[in-house]
């Protein structure tokens, strides 16, 4: 079965200096994944997606994720957060020809002054 | 983009009672919409999927008899919460597929959520 791992439940971090928010997921065969942001009592925020082709994927709001495949890993950074940030991230996965994504536990990103 | 919109936002009901909730798919037609409930604190958790013109497919677990869902239209998808206990209390997220995205898969839009409290 495909499942999506986020290894942390939250990430505290200081204004303006850089975060990574961790995914890792298990499947036997490629899938798609993406990045959601969803802010308190609001619905979930496409921030990227990876499809195929170049491994860097770039979205809104200055984040950027890499996939690895070696790592089934697809991690979401920013160089420099805001305040702004501070939300819930979920990752999420679905096969090609596929029709429930699966999403992860999320990842609680605390951006502090 | 596409607009997925929910309705009520929030509702409080009496235990016993039964609660309706909405989903609009604002600017494009959905044959396909999905329910997601979430808990404080936790991710999403798939009910059904609702297609248009059918019955809705439930996961593992979900009481349909409890949920019940009605994919009336191409825009429009309703969930109801029927004899409401306080442990159905949540945050209930719609979300629908554009097939007309022009993209594969589909894009996945997402409602902004209704927050239900049973008392």
């Known amino acids: 079965a495909q499942s999506v791992t986020q290894l942390d439940s939250q990430v505290p971090v200081f204004e303006e200096a850089p975060v990574e928010l961790r995914c890792n997921y298990s499947s036997s065969v490629s899938v798609y994944l993406f990045w959601y942001v969803q802010y308190p009592n609001q619905g979930l925020q496409l921030l990227l997606k990876y499809l195929s082709g170049s491994t860097l994927v770039k979205g809104i709001n200055g984040f950027e994720a890499e996939f690895n495949k070696s790592q089934t890993s697809f991690h979401l950074r920013k160089p420099s957060v805001h305040i702004s940030d501070t939300a819930e991230y979920f990752c999420a996965a679905l096969p090609p020809g596929g029709f429930k994504t699966i999403f992860g536990a999320g990842t609680r990103l605390f951006v502090k002054a | 983009g596409a607009v997925v919109s929910q309705h009520p936002s929030w509702v409080i009901c009496k235990s016993g009672t039964s609660v309706k909730i909405e989903c609009r798919s604002l600017?494009?037609?959905?044959?396909?919409m999905f329910w997601y409930r979430q808990f404080p604190k936790q991710s999403l958790m798939l009910m059904a999927t609702?297609?248009?013109?059918?019955?809705?497919?439930?996961e593992q677990g979900v009481e349909k008899d409890k949920f019940l869902i009605n994919h009336a239209s191409l825009t429009l998808s309703t969930l109801t919460v029927t004899s409401a206990h306080p442990e159905d209390s949540s945050f209930y997220i719609c979300?629908?597929?554009?097939?007309?995205?022009?993209?594969?898969?589909?894009?996945?839009?997402f409602g902004p959520g209704t927050r239900l409290t049973v008392t």
């Open positions: 600017d494009f037609q959905a044959t396909t």
């Open positions: 609702s297609n248009e013109g059918s019955k809705a497919t439930y």
């Open positions: 979300s629908a597929r554009d097939p007309a995205s022009g993209s594969t898969p589909f894009e996945q839009y």
